[in-house]
């Protein structure tokens, strides 16, 4: 198979940290605090890297939108097996305005130049809880999309995919090229090990600039204030 | 290296024929000895109690059962009266009272204790610090915490890393134990590596003594040499010479960046030269180093169900670093990771930075003592030794043991020359005890290492403190009791040997 998987991830605040939001309330405190990976990114990836084992897949490039610290979240998941990294980078209010529809704007530009055949993507992030990216982007590029990926199969050129809904699982078959989005309990990440880490070290990431892709990031929301909510009660 | 000679068996077999009665015996000095004369608990002394303490002095066979029985479910007393103090003074009025009536107690924290010191032998009354959990002061700018000795340590550690602190000391019991039941036990645990001993980082101690005085020695300074540093008497003295009611404890910064990596080595040898590597590269950033063997490894993934991370190997490392600055940290710990892979000291390994990772990959170490629950009956043994030493011992025993026992299995903290050794069997074996002690004391005897590193000597441990002291200390132990508490009653049939009189 020489298809090509293009896997998002996202550099979030690291899910055990306490949040605390600004004093001007327009938005939470970022500076000096611990990030890491999106968990359903990190899922995305492991999904990506095991149709790759799998040789299903001949290429998995992992993608991530922001400032100089994102090419961490890339180095992590170059370090769980994916082969290059590709770096949109946003900066200043433009990265604190960054949101789903320039992201998948970001995605669909990337996915025709690099000729993917599959996207794989974490349902939302754990900062945000948008849960929009995927389903934009397959809007954009007009492709199908699995969303809430539990299980993901490659039949052919077609797409199995096992979705958690309300009710409970829904299997459906896609075609190719398409867009997944992955849920909890699709894969358990698995930890990157010594030797991927030092191999990860001499993949190639590469630079882009959203102007390249022909995307505009700016922003048509503008937040308000961003509160915290009140305490339920003291232990 | 020196055999324990002819005259010290003797003296050791002497002590244990001739102690009083038929419960501890050359074959078993961990038992009980028979019941001293102290008083019984009468209608009159539950009245003084409930007067003294309304609503918290428990009668109920049912609520007395968890305080009856340690974590490890292996010694059970018989206590009626359970006293749950708000306050010192409340504390020295009961011991007043007790010292009066002679009637014996067993100062309890979180009861997560491993040698049966935290639970009655008999009827002794269980004298709990669970409602002295408040904390008193705390210094941002020292980083001193004083407080009551029944704070439970999770839950000082959350308190003080809201604060931008941490504890000096942290181990697995974390959720259960109390800072009292910490500082008397003199507890080890993770961190010591890094912090050093409860022996430095208390700075002071308030303790009411057998007769109800209370001292209150809650210096909160960082250097005082007035006089004799009474507290050392009641750090590690497990509750026989005083009830600790509160402390005041040095509290280092909570660091900026905090990594962990998890890695696997094919020889105890290779373990060792990684540490001395570790040392070298990793330096003031280095805060744990620990070690598991593949049985550990094989008992959690089978009882608990946690994966582990790396590819299967004979030794498994855990090396955290705590500093000031993640850039600086990471770069070291870069470094010092490709200098033991290149060099095949270690053959595999994980890192983690983030918050979730550290805990998955800590958890492998510290819940090696709940996956062994799981097998039956545990037999623990907590040994410092030469640090070469260490697994000689554990390979010794199993060659020792061959299929009586079901598990031989080493863990714990390598850097500080400490090993848990832990041996199990689907249930409590009197043969395979007899096989295992006192082979295990004589072979750490013969090394000059400590029977017990960190866990104290409690109910099970009492009667083998002369494989590590000269009967010269114990005796003069003997007289230091006897002048703080000259009836006993406190935590009586524990630490000290039964024939100390």
């Known amino acids: ?235 | 290296v020196t055999d324990l000679t002819a005259v010290d068996r003797a003296l050791i077999q002497h002590r244990c024929v001739h102690s009083r009665g038929l419960g501890a015996s050359p074959g078993n000095p961990g038992a009980a000895p028979p019941r001293l004369p102290f008083s019984r608990v009468t209608q009159e002394d539950l009245a003084f109690f409930r007067t003294l303490l309304p609503g918290r002095t428990i009668t109920d066979p049912d609520l007395l059962k968890s305080s009856n029985v340690d974590w490890l479910k292996t010694v059970e007393g018989n206590s009626e009266v359970l006293l749950r103090p708000k306050t010192t003074e409340e504390v020295s009025q009961i011991l007043r009272y007790c010292n009066e009536r002679n009637l014996a107690v067993c100062p309890q924290g979180g009861n997560t204790g491993l040698v049966g010191g935290s639970v009655p032998v008999f009827d002794e009354i269980i004298l709990s610090t669970s409602l002295m959990k408040q904390v008193i002061t705390f210094d941002n700018i020292s980083g001193i915490l004083t407080c009551q000795a029944g704070c439970v340590l999770e839950n000082l550690s959350n308190y003080l890393e809201e604060r931008d602190f941490i504890m000096p000391l942290d181990l697995g019991a974390k959720g259960s134990c109390h800072i009292g039941g910490n500082v008397s036990t003199n507890a080890g645990g993770l961190r010591l590596l890094r912090y050093g001993s409860l022996r430095g980082t208390v700075l002071g101690l308030e303790v009411v003594l057998a007769d109800g005085r209370i001292l209150n020695c809650l210096a909160t300074l960082r250097k005082d040499n007035t006089g004799y540093d009474l507290k050392q008497l009641f750090i590690g003295s497990e509750g026989t010479l005083g009830v600790i009611t509160a402390v005041s404890i040095l509290c280092p910064r909570k660091p900026k960046a905090v990594n962990v990596a998890f890695l696997g080595c094919s020889s105890f040898q290779q373990l060792l030269e990684t540490f001395q590597c570790c040392r070298g590269m990793l330096g003031e950033i280095l805060s744990a180093f620990e070690f598991l063997d593949a049985s550990c490894m094989s008992l959690l993934e089978k009882h608990l169900k946690l994966t582990n991370p790396i590819t299967e190997s004979p030794f498994y490392i855990v090396i955290e670093t705590a500093g000031s600055n993640a850039t600086h940290d990471e770069e070291k710990l870069h470094k010092f990771l490709e200098e033991v892979m290149t060099s095949s000291l270690v053959t595999d390994g994980t890192v983690a930075t983030e918050a979730t990772k550290i805990k998955a990959l800590w958890s492998l170490r510290e819940r090696v003592t709940e996956a062994l629950t799981h097998e039956g009956y545990t037999y623990k043994y907590d040994i410092s030794l030469p640090v070469e030493k260490i697994y000689d011992l554990v390979q010794d025993m199993r060659g020792h043991l061959g299929d009586m026992a079901k598990n031989v299995v080493g863990y714990g903290h390598v850097g500080d020359g400490n090993l848990h050794l832990n041996i199990t069997s689907p249930s409590k074996d009197p043969a395979l005890l007899a096989a295992i002690e006192p082979y295990v004391y004589e072979w750490t005897s013969k090394w000059k290492g400590s029977i017990s590193a960190e866990h104290g000597l409690g109910l099970k441990k009492r009667n083998y403190i002369y494989y590590s002291k000269p009967s010269e200390a114990v005796a003069l132990m003997g007289s230091i009791k006897a002048m703080l508490d000259p009836k006993g009653i406190l935590n009586p049939y524990k630490t000290l040997p039964d024939n100390i009189h």
């Open chain 1, 1 to 235: 198979m020489s298809a090509r998987v293009l896997v998002g991830v996202k550099r979030v605040i690291d899910y055990a940290v306490k949040i605390r939001v600004k004093p001007d309330r327009t938005g939470v405190v970022t500076d000096g605090v611990k990030h890491s990976m999106n968990p359903f990114c990190e899922i995305a990836v492991e999904e990506a890297v095991k149709l790759k084992e799998k040789k299903l897949v001949k290429e998995v490039v992992a993608v991530s939108c922001g400032p100089q610290q994102v090419q961490e979240t890339i180095r992590t998941a170059l370090a769980m097996g994916a082969d290059r990294g590709i770096h949109v980078e946003v900066s200043g209010k433009d990265y604190e305005t960054l949101g789903p529809l320039q992201v998948s704007k970001i995605f669909a530009a990337l996915a025709k130049k690099e000729q993917a055949d599959l996207i794989i993507l974490g349902k939302q992030a754990i900062d945000d809880d948008c849960n929009q990216t995927g389903q934009m982007t397959a809007a954009l590029l007009d492709w199908p999309q699995g969303t809430f990926a539990s299980e993901v199969t490659l039949e052919a050129d077609k797409l199995k995919v096992v979705r958690e809904i309300d009710g409970g699982l829904e299997t459906i078959k896609i075609n190719l090229p398409a867009v997944v989005t992955a849920d909890l309990r699709l894969n358990t990440p698995r930890y990157a090990t010594l030797p991927n880490i030092m191999k990860a070290k001499k993949k190639k990431i590469t630079n882009v600039k959203p102007a390249d892709l022909g995307v505009d990031v700016s922003s048509r929301l503008e937040v308000l204030k961003v509160e915290k909510l009140k305490e339920a009660g003291r232990i």
